[in-house]
């Protein structure tokens, strides 16, 4: 079992929704997550971490933590088409912080 | 800077044969990553290095063997290549702590026939 696990998609939606993604980890180790995204054909870039339990934003996208359920959740406000991408939630594995753990990824796509 | 550079993006490879997968960052980064990329499977680490000749094994380095002689280069390298190695493989790196980004190269898409 992987110690990240991502809801597995894939997501289409209308230009203008909410999109909702998820994740829940096992290692009560992990201390802080990341949100990656990545285009088609193309390497995953950071899209934002956050360290604590509670919710972070950055402009559309907010990232929230909730360690007591060791669930992680990324929302997209307002989405447009070049959302479309696949997202991947990822953690290093608690002390040894060179050894990232990663979820499946959903693929979102942002219908015009 | 050029970032994180991966050769060749395109590979096919017969069953047994052998060859190297080229990774390179000029970002003076101590860690470097390579990951192979499945559908349904995510990211998975192979190998990764905290720095010049510091190596060490991630989940799925059956297969598979890395040398880090600079900082600069992490080559990969498959031994006798398996359908089952078909995959995208990417190679990354950062810098070590915590909140610190690791980025990723563009990938090299290997089929193994």
């Known amino acids: 079992q992987k110690e990240v696990e991502q809801d597995p998609g894939p997501l289409s939606v209308p230009e203008g929704a909410i999109v909702s993604l998820n994740c829940t980890y096992s290692?009560?180790?992990?201390?802080?997550f990341m949100w990656y995204r990545q285009y088609s054909r193309k390497g995953p870039e950071l899209l934002m971490y956050?360290?604590?339990?509670g919710n972070k934003e950055d402009g559309r996208f907010t990232a929230q933590v909730d360690k007591s359920s060791k669930y992680i959740s990324l929302f997209i406000r307002d989405s447009q088409p070049s959302d479309s991408a696949t997202y991947l939630c990822g953690s290093p594995e608690g002390s040894n912080d060179y050894k990232l753990s990663f979820g499946a990824g959903t693929t979102v796509t942002v219908r015009a | 800077n050029a970032g994180v550079t991966q050769t060749p993006k395109f590979q096919v490879l017969k069953t047994g044969q052998s060859m190297t997968l080229q990774c390179a960052q000029d970002m003076n980064h101590e860690y470097m990553s390579w990951y192979r990329q499945d559908p349904g499977m995510g990211l998975r680490l192979i190998h990764y290095?905290?720095?010049?000749?510091?190596?060490d094994q991630g989940e799925v380095p059956n297969g598979y063997n890395v040398s880090r002689s600079t900082t600069e280069d992490f080559p990969l390298r498959l031994l006798s290549a398996a359908p089952s190695q078909t995959s995208v493989y990417f190679c990354?790196?950062?810098?070590?702590?915590?909140?610190?980004?690791?980025?990723f190269g563009p990938g090299t898409r290997l089929t193994v026939l």
């Open positions: 290692n009560s180790a992990f201390q802080y």
């Open positions: 956050t360290y604590s339990s």
């Open positions: 990354a790196s950062r810098t070590g702590g915590p909140y610190n980004e690791q980025f």
């Open positions: 290095s905290v720095g010049a000749g510091i190596t």
